[in-house]
């Protein structure tokens, strides 16, 4: 019985009793009457959707990445402005007493460091951009002109080859018109003859005691020039993956230097094991190329030694042929004629089937020149592509993150006030830290302000400030997203038709801990103001921290893996098929797809299950609850009936 209802006269008392009794039973029964409507209407649910599958269309769009946290209204007094980083002052650009306007320069900084890793940063993205063309096109325009020279001289090779066939049956056909010497000269010879004869055929045949004939020996070169030719071949292809794994380790180590710069743990991990694993492949590859170069001297020095047995066997049986010509023209003059025809139609053989090969082997070549070429140009693999793709995004991002810290090497008013004190001159050392602000309401906020007193030694101080602020505590990892002059959206929970324009003055870099959740106090001023605020009121700020227009995007739980290692469902042809993807910015709600899918395409979302029955105490809510997510904060919104069944609150 509560306070009120004890005085009471007892007759009242008596009738509130029966009113309470009779509502606590009618709303007993609308619970249960409600308790089986929503079983049934979520069994329908379930049955009815069990067997359809959820699905959602690839389009190209806006990804935004947000972080959201929740804070208090305060009233400010004062902010104290400061560099992001140390460095040595060169200019000062305000005095005390001064009045300035929000965004108006307080000071700069020595910019050539920022400058020089911009620049480094912009010929990063363009060596990117012309890594991804020469994927796209395959070959630069002088490789595609040193392609066309080689088809050119394996088709003058072939034109060669064709001319020398047709001499060669000229030859012929001239030869079989000569005829020899005479008998008389033949036997003055005969005995000179016979016995060089003799000289050079113990000559051939100890000449032939590695190869049979100059047919063997030229069947061995051949053999030879081509196992030099595919050694050659090899060593120059071990010799392009080295530049390219030497291209990938600069890439890497570079990506790891700026993960070190921003202190990117995560990063510096990925990118070290990244430089070890391409110093792996270059280590493999130096001890291959070595090896390629054992196998081409051998190549070289076996060709060279049967190169000279084919010549000493080619001049021994021309000797031979010559002595035998000679002895046949001794034997007789009559079949002179007879002898000096059939020796000619050895040799004419020999000339003909030589042209022969010739024509043959330009032929080969000039198969051999277009397949090669037809290799070297055809289209990027989507590995490849991927790669280059991101790449280019990587370079974009440190470019962006460069140019950041350039613009940091100016520190602009974050908001409008007078200028209290100036700490520093040109030429002495500032020692950053970033902005800070303090407010009357500080010191006693749960949410723990990121300002410092008046006594703050930061480069300048800026006092008789206007606009509320908001002072909001965000984890570790958004508080790290965070940048002073970022833009946010501020709504009011006493002003709940209302969003106010806000953006971030200041970022704590002590945090504060509190039931060991560790936050960071963020200081935000608002762009605008309305008659309802009032400090200590609770605030809801919503902060952007990245960014990627007009790109092709999916909802993010379509999405399996991250980065090069991600999949998607695609529906194709009434068949669901996983297809490799490359991941990029993961948003609020949809995830940035760098490669492997095209605008249009319909991708597979994973079933959602309803639980059949609800949570003990849901009560009887008129309101479900909703989750909202923006990057990686969570803010879970519910309602309840009347105040009975304890509804799920704020």
């Keep these: 019985m509560s306070a009120i209802t004890s ?8 009738d509130e009793t029966r009113r309470n009794r009779i509502l606590t039973i009618l709303l007993a029964v609308l619970l249960a009457i409600c308790a089986v409507v929503a079983y049934l209407v979520v069994g329908q649910t379930t049955s009815s959707s069990s067997g359809t599958v959820r699905t959602a269309t690839v389009s190209k769009g806006v990804v935004l990445s947000s972080v959201s946290a929740t804070g208090t209204l305060q009233a400010p007094q004062e902010v104290t402005a400061n560099f992001t980083t140390s460095g040595t002052l060169t200019s000062v650009a305000v005095q005390p007493g001064e009045t300035v306007q929000a965004g108006q320069p307080l000071g700069t900084i020595d910019s050539t460091s920022a400058q020089q890793q911009a620049s480094q940063a912009e010929s990063g993205v363009e060596t990117a951009n012309a890594q991804l063309e020469l994927t796209l096109t395959g070959e ?9 020279l080689s088809v050119a001289q394996s088709r003058q090779s072939l034109a060669n080859a ?33 016995g060089q004869l003799q000289v050079d055929l113990a000559k051939q045949n100890a000449d032939a005691a590695t190869y049979a004939n100059s047919d063997a020996a030229a069947t061995a070169v051949a053999a030879d020039k081509a196992k030099l030719a595919a050694d050659q071949a090899k060593q120059q292809s071990d010799q392009q993956s080295q530049l390219v794994w030497q291209q990938q380790q600069s890439s890497d180590q570079s990506s790891l230097s700026t993960a070190k710069a921003s202190s990117d743990l995560a990063g510096i991990a990925n990118y070290t094991n990244a430089v070890d694993y391409d110093q792996s492949q270059l280590n493999a590859l130096a001890r291959t190329l070595q090896s390629d170069g054992f196998a081409i001297t051998a190549d070289q020095n076996q060709l060279g030694a049967d190169q000279s047995s084919q010549t ?3 001049s021994d049986a021309a000797t031979v042929k010559s002595d035998e ?5 001794d034997h007789t003059s009559v079949t002179n004629a007879t002898t000096s025809r059939k020796a000619t139609q050895l040799k004419d053989a020999q000339s003909l089937q030589s042209a022969k090969q010739q024509l043959a082997s330009a032929r080969l070549g000039l198969r051999s020149t277009m397949a090669g070429i037809k290799v070297k140009q055809a289209p990027p693999t ?15 991002i440190a470019l962006a993150n460069a140019r950041l810290a350039l613009a940091d090497t100016t520190l602009r008013a974050p908001i409008g006030g007078v200028v209290a004190t100036v700490n520093g001159t040109a030429g002495t050392q500032t020692s950053g830290g970033g902005t800070t602000s303090s407010s009357s309401s500080s010191s006693s906020s749960s949410s723990g302000g990121s300002g410092s007193s008046g006594g703050s030694s930061g480069f300048v101080t800026l006092t008789n400030v206007s606009g509320m602020q908001v002072v909001a505590g965000f984890s570790e990892i958004d508080a790290a997203k965070i940048r002073v002059g970022q833009a946010a959206t ?16 200041s970022v704590a870099e002590t945090a504060t801990t509190s039931s060991s959740v560790v936050t960071y106090p963020v200081t935000f001023v608002l762009d605008s103001s309305a008659t309802g605020l009032k400090p200590g009121m609770t605030a809801n700020v919503d902060v952007v921290v990245a960014e990627l227009d007009n790109v092709l995007h999916v909802e993010t739980a379509a999405v399996r893996g991250s980065g090069r290692n991600a999949t998607v469902t695609v529906l194709r042809d009434g068949k669901q098929v996983s297809v490799p993807v490359v991941a990029g910015l993961q948003g609020d709600s949809s995830t940035a797809i760098l490669s492997g899918l095209t605008n249009g395409e319909t991708v597979v979302l994973p079933s959602v299950t309803i639980a059949s029955s609800s949570s003990s105490g849901s009560g009887l809510g008129t309101s479900g609850a909703t989750t909202t997510t923006s990057g990686g904060s969570t803010r879970f919104r519910g309602g309840g009936f009347g105040g009975f069944g304890g509804g799920l609150g704020p």
Excluded at 170 to 182: E, F, M, N, P, Q
Excluded at 382 to 396: D, H, I, S, T, Y
Aim: proline share 4%; charged share 20%; aromatic share 2%.
């Design 490 to 505: 501020v709504t009011v929970d006493a002003l709940p038709s209302e969003t106010f324009a806000a953006h971030v003055i």
């Design 325 to 329: 010509q000679k002895i046949a023209q």
């Design 162 to 194: 064709k001319t020398g066939l047709t001499a060669a049956k000229r030859s012929i056909a001239l030869d079989k018109l000569t005829s020899g010497s005479s008998l008389s000269q033949a036997k003055q010879q005969l005995r000179t003859d016979q």
């Design 312 to 314: 000493t066997l080619t």
């Design 140 to 148: 630069t325009p002088a490789q595609r002109a040193q392609d066309a």
């Design 7 to 14: 005085k009471l006269p007892a007759g009242l008392r008596q």
């Design 382 to 396: 989507p590995a490849e592509l991927a790669q280059a793709r991101a790449g280019v995004v990587q370079a974009k």
